[in-house]
């Protein structure tokens, strides 16, 4: 009977959106890694946090009245509610019992609650007795004034602020992962603390100058010696005794060094997986990024560019050292596989990603990391460099929307230069947007200034722009009059004659210097391609 | 303005080389490749170039592969940057007014090699990153100008010298009226009188044009070639045909008096 209302509900819970609403809401809140209210919630509960242990201490000597007592009670209500919603975002119950009654359904046996309930309290009990969620429920406890001992709960509260800083998540994490060296560290120590304090106890406890009186006496001495920290308020009184405390001494030094190494070197260690996090935790907030994978030549000219321009970008790359290279010049850089699945899904290709920028120096590299980005994501603009002429084909076969042939280009650049050399200076110059005069391509608006003139009416020297041409959609002009060329989709006309009419999305090629070209795009009421 | 019939000489026949002396043997057939590895002569032969083994340490073997008499301009195409100084050296002690092209394989040997004597450093990996930045964050220029300017067909950018008593010598450039006689876009000029440097079109409008100065221009290659011509057969300016031509939209043919050009 029990058993039946139990899975009615849990089906009504579990077909109730509005439920399962609420229920996403208090995990991105609480837990959700990747959340921006939980980072609101997270400020918003150490701020709680901290007022609340300054109060405390506060009341330890003075007496704050109703407020203080208002305030803890508000306190604590806000604890206890954060823990019982900690509870129960942490797993689905209904889920359980849902399907432990199917499998039951299925199988044609008699569906009985008990284990399931017991299935879901063992996963309840998981999550109370994790060390957070302990935590949690000790912060609360200082609220019980009456008990003084309760007081050092306080403590608790302090430790919470665990949950909030994630950084010192990781420093638990740094330590965790020196388990081993730590436990044995510990155990040579102890080892050295037993021996030495039963040692000053045999020989100092009974003399009626030493402060020794009970064990406990003696093991507090050692600690303070081998910590060398060595307060000086009990000294060995015998010669044997300064001998144990000599040995002590030597030893403590042993100690001390040894752990400090051992937590240097952990952190050392667990510094590229620090920055890592900080880079990804930058990339979540930006969103049309391009990806440079290969930071060599080529790619440090690329990655130039778009940091002149302000865009956004990172540097992926598998040798250290030039990731070291990209940060040294303040660039955004990991040190990666970028033809692995992973990397590129932890990049959020899907939603994040506008291009990818191969330009390793190996052509059979930049195939792989064109055919991953490309299986991965239909849409994402893949740009390869091939550095053989062979490799073209095959990188267009991977997926790349461009390809450029390294020394292809060159060849022709050079080839320019024989003949023309001011011109080529010109145009390269103007091309690379090194020189103050730089080329940019404009859209015509609707009903902008532009939108049905001509090309005489529109005036371009007025605007100290020189027109090169204008790319309208195939088909839209005949084109009798001017050298036309195909581009996809589009088509290039070569210097319209002067009654050229142009209209709306049309994109004009102009060339000019970056001050003219942005008047002229303000006019237009829109920003270039 | 040189003309077009100078020999050119590559220095070293490795991947680089390979691909510019192809395009380079695509329009002249006076190229020379010259190399001290006797295997990548083989290859360049094979390929049907002029070669010869030179050792570029000896002036005595560069001289006789015509350097400082029938080379005009040199290629300096080894793989190592300090080889290709070198060679920049040697060259230009033997001839100070060969020209010299070298490539950079590190930006920071560039102002080395210009101190060397080359006339111009080309650094590969500058233009292969420029290009993928066009095509990343300009795409429209990007494909215009791979279509237009980069590729083989019809559109070509040139400079013209401006010869003495032709139509352009004496005027402003603010007063030139090209675009009513020519399928030509000006982008500027070097103005002998001001130095070297390029100046772009819309800045220099007051600029008098004399013999000597150049004119950047773009256009089909049948009307630089007139352009070329008239200013060499020095027509006046009266006798040239007002270009015609209309967009074929529909719009009526209006020359209004605002075309400045």
Same mark, same amino acid.
């Given at each position: 009977?029990?058993?039946?209302?139990?899975?009615?509900?849990?089906?009504y819970?579990?077909?109730?959106?509005r439920?399962?609403?609420? /229920?996403?809401f208090?995990?991105?809140?609480?837990s959700?890694?990747?959340?921006?209210?939980?980072?609101?919630?997270?400020?918003?509960?150490?701020?709680l946090?901290?007022?609340s242990?300054?109060?405390?201490?506060?009341?330890?000597?003075?007496?704050?009245?109703?407020?203080?007592?208002?305030?803890?009670?508000?306190?604590?209500?806000?604890?206890i509610?954060?823990?019982?919603?900690?509870?129960?975002?942490?797993?689905?119950?209904?889920?359980?019992?849902?399907?432990r009654?199917? &499998?039951?359904?299925?199988?044609?046996?008699?569906?009985?609650?008990?284990?399931?309930l017991?299935?879901?309290?063992?996963?309840?009990?998981?999550?109370?007795?994790?060390?957070?969620?302990i935590?949690?429920?000790?912060?609360?406890?200082?609220?019980?004034?009456?008990?003084?001992?309760?007081?050092?709960?306080?403590?608790?509260?302090?430790? /919470?602020?665990?949950?909030?800083?994630?950084?010192?998540n990781e420093?638990? /994490?740094?330590?965790?992962e020196?388990?081993?060296?730590l436990?044995?560290?510990?155990?040579?120590a102890?080892?050295?603390?037993?021996?030495s304090?039963?040692?000053?106890?045999v020989?100092?406890?009974?003399?009626?100058?030493?402060?020794?009186d009970?064990?406990?006496?003696?093991v507090?001495?050692?600690?303070?010696?081998?910590s060398?920290v060595?307060?000086?308020?009990?000294?060995?009184?015998?010669?044997?005794?300064?001998?144990?405390?000599?040995?002590?001494?030597?030893?403590?030094?042993?100690?001390?060094?040894?752990?400090?190494s051992?937590?240097?070197?952990?952190?050392?260690?667990k510094?590229?997986t620090? &920055?890592e996090?900080?880079?990804?935790?930058?990339?979540?907030?930006a969103?049309d990024f391009t990806?440079?994978?290969g930071y060599?030549?080529?790619?440090?000219?690329?990655?130039?560019?778009?940091?002149?321009?302000?865009a956004?970008f990172?540097?992926l790359d598998?040798?250290?050292?030039k990731?070291?290279?990209?940060?040294?010049?303040?660039?955004?850089?990991?040190?990666?596989?970028?033809?692995?699945?992973?990397?590129?899904?932890?990049?959020?290709i899907?939603?994040?990603?506008?291009?990818?920028?191969?330009?390793t120096?190996?052509?059979?590299?930049?195939?792989f990391?064109?055919?991953?980005a &490309?299986?991965l994501?239909?849409?994402?603009?893949?740009?390869?460099?091939?550095n053989?002429r062979?490799?073209?084909?095959?990188?267009r076969?991977?997926?790349?929307?461009?390809?450029?042939v390294?020394?292809?280009?060159?060849?022709?650049?050079?080839n320019a230069?024989?003949?023309?050399?001011?011109?080529f200076?010109?145009l390269?110059?103007?091309?690379?947007?090194?020189?103050?005069?730089?080329?940019?391509?404009?859209?015509?608006?609707?009903?902008?200034?532009?939108?049905? /003139?001509?090309?005489d009416?529109?005036?371009?020297?007025?605007?100290r722009?020189?027109?090169?041409?204008?790319?309208?959609?195939s088909? &839209?002009?005949?084109d009798?009059?001017?050298?036309?060329?195909?581009?996809?989709?589009?088509?290039?006309?070569f210097?319209?004659?002067?009654?050229?009419?142009?209209?709306?999305?049309?994109?004009?090629v102009?060339?000019?210097?970056?001050?003219?070209?942005?008047?002229?795009?303000?006019?237009?009421g829109?920003?270039?391609? | 303005?040189?003309?077009?019939?100078?020999?050119?000489?590559?220095f070293?026949?490795?991947?680089?080389?390979?691909?510019i002396?192809d395009?380079l043997?695509?329009?002249?057939?006076?190229v020379?490749?010259?190399?001290?590895?006797e295997?990548?002569i083989?290859?360049?032969?094979?390929?049907? +170039?002029?070669?010869?083994?030179?050792?570029?340490?000896?002036?005595q073997?560069?001289?006789?592969?015509?350097i400082?008499?029938?080379i005009?301009?040199? +290629?300096?195409?080894l793989?190592?940057?300090?080889?290709?100084?070198?060679?920049?050296?040697?060259?230009r002690?033997?001839?100070?007014v060969?020209?010299?092209?070298?490539?950079?394989?590190s930006p920071?040997?560039?102002?080395k090699?210009?101190?060397?004597?080359?006339?111009?450093?080309?650094?590969?990996?500058?233009?292969?990153?420029?290009?993928?930045?066009?095509?990343?964050r300009?795409?429209?220029i990007?494909?215009?100008?791979e279509?237009?300017?980069?590729?083989?067909?019809?559109?070509?950018?040139?400079?013209?010298?401006?010869?003495?008593?032709?139509?352009?010598?004496?005027?402003?450039?603010?007063?030139l009226?090209l675009?009513? +006689?020519?399928?030509?876009?000006?982008?500027?000029m070097?103005?002998?009188t001001?130095?070297?440097?390029?100046i772009?079109?819309?800045?220099?409008?007051?600029?008098?044009?004399n013999?000597?100065?150049?004119?950047?221009?773009?256009?089909?290659?049948?009307?630089?070639?007139?352009l070329?011509?008239?200013l060499?057969?020095r027509?006046?300016?009266?006798?040239?045909?007002?270009?015609?031509?209309?967009?074929?939209?529909?719009?009526?043919f209006?020359?209004?008096?605002?075309?400045?050009?």
């Open positions: 009977m029990i058993s039946k209302k139990v899975v009615r509900l849990c089906y819970l579990d077909d109730s959106p439920y399962r609403q609420v /229920k996403q208090f995990y991105r809140l609480l959700d890694p990747h959340s921006r209210v939980r980072t609101y919630f997270d400020a918003t509960m150490i701020v946090v901290i007022v242990v300054s109060l405390l201490i506060y009341q330890i000597k003075q007496d704050l009245g109703w407020f203080g007592n208002a305030f803890e009670i508000f306190i604590v209500t806000v604890f509610t954060e823990y019982l919603l900690r509870a129960w975002v942490y797993n689905d119950s209904r889920a359980i019992i849902i399907e009654f199917e &499998r039951a359904e299925f199988m044609h046996a008699n569906f009985r609650i008990a284990p399931a017991g299935e879901v309290i063992n996963q309840k009990w998981r999550y109370a007795s994790s060390p957070l969620a935590i949690d429920l000790l912060a609360i406890l200082p609220s019980f004034r009456g008990v003084r001992v309760l007081r050092i709960f306080l403590l608790f509260r302090l430790f /919470k602020l665990f949950r909030y800083a994630s950084s010192v420093f638990a /994490k740094v330590l965790a020196k388990r081993f060296e436990a044995t560290l510990g155990l040579f102890g080892f050295i603390v037993i021996a304090s039963t040692a000053i106890y020989l100092e406890a009974g003399l009626p100058e030493s402060r020794i009970t064990f406990f006496d003696a507090y001495w050692s600690l303070v010696t081998i060398t060595g307060y000086g308020d009990i000294i060995p009184q015998t010669p044997e005794g300064r001998f144990v405390a000599m040995a002590l001494i030597v030893s403590g030094i042993g100690v001390i060094s040894f752990f400090t051992i937590i240097v070197s952990s952190f050392a260690e510094l590229r620090l &920055r996090h900080r880079v990804f935790a930058e990339l979540r907030r969103h990806v440079v994978c060599g030549r080529v790619g440090e000219v690329v990655v130039e560019k778009l940091a002149a321009e302000n956004y990172l540097i598998k040798d250290p050292d990731v070291e290279l990209a940060r040294a010049s303040g660039y955004l850089a990991l040190q990666g596989d970028a033809s692995s699945n992973d990397m590129l899904e932890r990049l959020r899907q939603e994040a990603v506008r291009a990818i920028v191969c330009t120096g190996d052509d059979v590299v930049n195939v990391i064109t055919l991953t &490309r299986y994501n239909k849409e994402v603009l893949i740009i390869a460099r091939a053989k062979e490799s073209a084909e095959k990188l076969l991977a997926g790349a929307n461009h390809v450029v390294s020394f292809e280009s060159v060849g022709r650049v050079v230069y024989v003949d023309q050399p001011v011109a200076d010109a390269y110059g103007i091309l690379s947007g090194n020189k103050d005069v730089g080329t940019d391509a404009v859209v015509v608006p609707p009903d902008s200034l532009a939108d049905g /003139k001509s090309i009416a529109i005036d371009f020297p007025h605007y722009l020189v027109l090169f041409g204008v790319v309208v959609p088909g &839209r002009v005949s009798l009059y001017t050298s036309v060329f195909e581009l996809e989709k589009q088509q290039f006309h210097h319209p004659p002067g009654d050229f009419v142009v209209r709306s999305n049309d994109i004009l102009l060339f000019g210097d970056d001050f003219s070209l942005n008047h002229f795009k303000d006019k237009l829109k920003s270039g391609l | 303005m040189p003309d077009n019939k100078h020999r050119i000489a590559l070293g026949y490795e991947k680089l080389a390979v691909d002396a395009s043997n695509s329009i002249r057939n006076d020379i490749v010259l190399d001290s590895n295997e990548n083989r290859q360049a032969e094979k390929l049907g +170039f002029e070669t010869a083994v030179v050792d570029y340490s000896r002036d073997e560069l001289r006789d592969a015509g400082g008499s029938d005009d301009t040199v +290629f300096c195409l793989p190592d940057d300090a080889e290709n100084i070198f060679l920049v050296i040697s060259v002690s033997i001839d100070p060969v020209r010299i092209v070298s490539i950079a394989d920071d040997s560039i102002p090699f210009l101190a060397a004597g080359a006339d111009k450093v080309i650094d590969p990996y500058e233009i292969s990153g420029l290009k993928i930045w066009r095509m990343l300009k795409p429209i990007s494909q215009v100008m279509r237009t300017l980069m590729s083989e067909l019809d559109l070509n950018m040139a400079q013209v010298p401006i010869t003495r008593e032709s139509f352009l010598d004496g005027r402003a450039i603010g007063d009226r675009r009513d +006689f020519y399928d030509l876009v000006l982008l500027g070097v103005d002998r001001l130095g070297d440097e390029f772009f079109r819309t800045r220099g409008l007051r600029h008098c044009l013999a000597g100065d150049i004119l950047v221009i773009i256009g089909p290659r049948a009307e630089i070639d007139r070329k011509r008239d060499d057969n027509l006046p300016i009266e006798s040239l045909p007002k270009l015609k031509k209309s967009a074929g939209d529909g719009s009526p209006d020359h209004s008096d605002t075309t400045r050009d």
